[in-house]
């Protein structure tokens, strides 16, 4: 084995080493809330609550007045040595036909790629679905981004509302928020997969993923405080 071979394995394997000690704490992390089902559903809310608040900066509402899927994923963490890597976990909804939006489903976020890179960046991601289907293959089981349904980084801010890019012509607007300013991101390749344990933890039982975005399920107030934050948000003017 020559000495380049060598050198690439090493640095390889300290990549590897450093992306797993990163996602392991955020696990450790997630592991420790008292409720982490409810916590995550909570910092899910203040994201979008912040988009009332940044009219100039934030996600136009017109777009989501058109959405028919949201997924909210609150501190992503984008860590890279050598060798990137993203982790995240959080939230899916679909709003239902009678304009009303569903319970949350919980999702995971995983993805990779290379390049020189070093450090450790975390932001929320709010990805805005054009139909209901993005989320219910989610439910099923996992998508692609950019393979399965094609994903573009949004428009931003009140200059954005009368865009034609609004007319949604991509299947997916994903947006970054870090430092409180949202930014359009270009996200593709990362998997977007059911979670089934958070699942498990937060209703108490292995429910499929069409139950729980289409069937009145209980819920905590928290819950009924997120649909009614969304909804809100979809009629404002």
């Known amino acids: ?13 300290v990549s590897l080493a450093f992306l797993f000690l990163v996602f392991n704490s955020l696990l450790a992390d997630d592991q420790s809330a008292s409720r982490p089902g409810e916590d995550k559903i909570e910092r899910s809310l203040e994201v979008i609550k912040e988009l009332a608040t940044m009219k100039d900066e934030g996600i136009p509402i017109s777009l989501l007045k058109k959405a028919q899927g949201l997924a909210i994923l609150p501190g992503v963490v984008k860590a890279a040595w050598a060798l990137g890597g993203q982790y995240g976990s959080g939230i899916a909804m679909v709003k239902k036909e009678d304009g009303s939006w569903s319970n949350p489903l919980f999702i995971k976020l995983a993805g990779g790629s290379f390049g020189l890179q070093l450090g450790v960046q975390k932001a929320d991601l709010v990805l805005v679905f054009k139909s209901r289907r993005g989320v219910e293959e989610i439910a099923g089981n996992k998508i692609t981004l950019g393979a399965d349904l094609s994903v573009t980084a949004g428009p931003i801010g009140r200059s954005a509302e009368a865009s034609t890019d609004l007319e949604m012509e991509a299947e997916i607007y994903s947006y970054s928020k870090s430092k409180g300013l949202f930014a359009g991101l270009a996200l593709k390749g990362g998997s977007l997969q059911f979670d089934k344990k958070a699942t498990r933890n937060f209703y108490d039982s292995d429910l499929p993923g069409q139950k729980i975005l289409y069937e009145v399920l209980p819920t ?6 997120l ?3 969304l909804r809100q948000l979809s009629e404002a003017r």
């Not at 084995?1 to 394997?13: E, I, Y």
């Not at 905590?220 to 405080?225: E, F, L, M, T």
Request: charged share 25%.
């Open 220 to 225: 905590p107030p928290i819950v009924r405080k």
């Open 1 to 13: 084995m020559g000495k380049k071979t060598k050198s690439l394995l090493l640095s390889l394997a």
């Open 227 to 229: 649909q009614e934050t």
